[in-house]
């Protein structure tokens, strides 16, 4: 038989459990500064994939960049990967986009979206979403 202080502990250790499941927030993108960026963000959120699709049209290849960054959900924040991306017409491309631990907060930044060399708002020329 289990005794009163085991049972006080598995439950403790099951509420925390829940605690964490429902202060989850799934990862979610949005327009950032504008229309000029795409942020998504998470926290406390399994590791999953951000989708970004070229909508441009005209045939026309999407050069852009993104920042990853992690902080302590409100305080100052890390860059912990950069990556410099382009996207042929109509093509579509998976990045990762790591877990975020409780408290911790992910972000997620597309930015300096370019066609032929011309800076263009990335809401015009991009579909970002998690995939």
């Known amino acids: 038989m289990m005794s009163q202080r085991a049972l006080f502990i598995a439950l403790a250790l099951v509420s925390v ?8 927030v799934a ?60 996207l042929g017409p109509n093509k579509s491309r998976d990045f990762r986009f790591r877990a975020a631990a409780s408290g911790k907060c992910d972000e997620f930044y597309v ?6 060399g011309v800076g263009r708002d990335c809401v015009d020329v991009l579909i970002v979403a998690p995939a």
């Open 27 to 86: 990862t979610h993108c949005d327009r950032h500064k504008g229309n000029s960026e795409y942020r998504c963000g998470k926290d406390n959120y399994r590791e999953d994939n951000i989708r970004i699709t070229n909508r441009a049209g005209f045939g026309e290849t999407v050069c852009f960049k993104i920042g990853k960054w992690i902080s302590d959900c409100g305080g100052l924040a890390t860059n912990y990967e950069n990556i410099d991306a382009q």
């Open 17 to 24: 459990g829940l605690f964490d499941i429902a202060n989850a």
């Open 111 to 116: 930015y300096n979206c370019r066609v032929d």
